[in-house]
């Protein structure tokens, strides 16, 4: 059985957007939760976190930045192409029941993940601030998306090149400053960003909760390949989180692990384009 | 009727002490390969070993099978060289003849009981088990007609595909009941597929297996995880099962739990072995999945799994893979076979030796292991001498991986999503002799059940829960 692309958008020059046919998995998901691919027989089984989901046509939404192996070989598949294996939802549903005000925060590619929990809170009558960070204007992304699943968003980019200059922890400052009072903060995107903004945030004691996306295999803690070391215990990304609270995260331990499989992954790239055997 | 029937005649029995040896890889060869180590018997052998079975009327070898097997029947007629008759003596009883002839610890079950085994060596009932399954797989399998049984019109739903959950769909499919298998992987055959390396039990093996199933109609879903795409209750309330076997393994990791375990190049052993065999890390970069083995691999437990992950770490190019061991060469829990493999693989044997801290470099990657000697006191619970640790014997040793294979326990998926299905402190699901659990009709065996046991044991727990299905189903509107 193959899990057909029903869709696919270009979102700028490095991030696309696919909705893939899975209907049993678009039944169950939630915010928070993950998916876990394999293109095809020689494929690496990949997590991807749910950015969207839609419960009456099946469609589960990933958005993907083409930077490894699998995510280059996914770049080259089209609308009616299928990928072999997909299985989800895996994780755990973020806690969103019972937030009043929060700051959901994205940084690049992690504004896809951040988008579904806060069109969530939205939906569940809490006020939404929305505080997303790019290179620049052209790597943009969801900006609709986003307007409407926010009360107050706020797009920042690292060259000032749309007209708001600066890190997303900045914003967030600012914001703390001018004396916004959130429930909770919650921080997706690149390891260094959601450290530098729990840092922020543990000097102004909000909560927050931040999304990991180590390498896994399996995504029902058989390997234990994702572990993350949280308030001095080491627990699966996969089954206790991929949420957890950013302020007891053992960030270095999470960065250096990070780098596990580096240099595979040049190899992996490399070597992509000949392969002895491979069907396409 | 075989040609070679007749050419033979069943004279008294073959009185040497000795098994025939079975024909293997050179050890040097071999733990440069994948290959299947062991090549198994040609006819000639099987049938000169089948003949130092007795034939005793009191049948000891048959208790020691968890799903009693017909031993000396089948024996019977592979003296006679009616292979494919004594195929179908030993399927009566078992479904995977291929994978028990390899993986089960007949030294300690059949075998242990044979009379044979007073004097001399018992008879080589696992490698005739395993010559009897090839010989139909590569002679028989392909004309055989599977008749699909005539539907019952109830179903049954499988959680999990490996051995337990095949057996059970096996017997219930035969039954007539309309039999669907959940595995959340991507492939079918759970700990034989994932676990178990290649060169011990080739994945082809399982694989036929598993088709054999589908033929007898049952269906296999794989990339479902019940508990989190589909929960138990629903497989009743929406999906309409009448019953549900519950056979999700052992899945759970244990790690030491001490300082560095963190660092790169520290597996647990489930994750070093299911990218080597499931993903088939040993054919990157043809496949995707990479494996980090490096030159020097310490794989800490004395287990099954540990051997199976040294000798991988050995055939991926490791020049110094140690089994770190806290007790001595005797309490090794592995079978002596796969020890004295590894031995003879080139795996070395840290004995009374127990890690307590990795040591890394600046970048987060393993380098060191620092381990502490042990001496075996007192006898603990389990019976085992208990190891203390040998004050001031600190020592480092330089590694590039470590491998933790100090077990496994039940995956808490479907015991968190499944109310009234109560469960032991251990994380098992608690089920009776014949595998019912406090939930009605939900049923449930093998290392789920158990705890991390063996291949055949959980074939058992399935045979069982099997037959109280029907029982229980057939009484039911």
Redesign the interface.
Known sequence: ?AYEILRKETLNPQIFLMEILAP??AK?AEPGQFIIL?IDE????VPFTIADYDREKGGVTIIVQAVG??TQDLAKLEAGDSV???????GVPTPLEGLKKVAVIGGGLGTAIAYPQAKKLKSLGAEVTAIVGFRSVDFIILNDEMTAASDKLIVATDDGSNGNKGFVTDKLKEELDAGEKFDEVIAIGPLPMMRAVCKLTEQYGVPTTVSMNPVM?????????C?V?VDGQ?KFAC?DGPDFDGHKI?W??AM??Q???KS??K??CA??KC????GK | MPYWKGEITVAKANMRNDKNPMPEQEPNVRNKNFLEVATGYTAEAAIDEAKRCLNCPRKPCVNGCPVGVKIPEFIALVAEGDFEGAYAKISETNALPAVCGRVCPQESQCESKCVRGIKGEPVGIGRLERFVADYYRENCAAKEEIVKPEPNGKKVAVVGSGPSGLTVAGDLAKLGYDVTIYEAFHTAGGVLMYGIPEFRLPKAIVQQEVDKLRKYGVKIETNVVVGKTILVDELFEEMGYDAVYVASGAGLPSFLGIEGEQLNGVYSANEFLTRVNLMKAYRFPEYDTPVYCGNSVAVFGGGNVAMDAARSAKRLGAENVYIVYRRGKEELPARAEEVAHAEEEGVKFLLLQNPTKFIGDENGWLKAVEVVDMELGEPDESGRRRPQVVAGSEHTIEIDAAIISIGQSPNPLIKNTTKGLETNKRGCIVADEKGATSKPFVYAGGDAVTGAATVILAMGAGKTAAQAIHEALQNKN
């Open positions: 059985m049993a998995v169950k394999r020689f494929g690496e089984r192996k699998t072999l294996d997909f299985v989800g939802p895996l295999i399996d995504g029902t803690g058989m390997c234990g390949g572990r070391i080491p089954v053992d270095d331990a250096k692990r780098q596990m499989y595979h992954e190899q992996s070597d992509g392969r002895i055997g491979r």
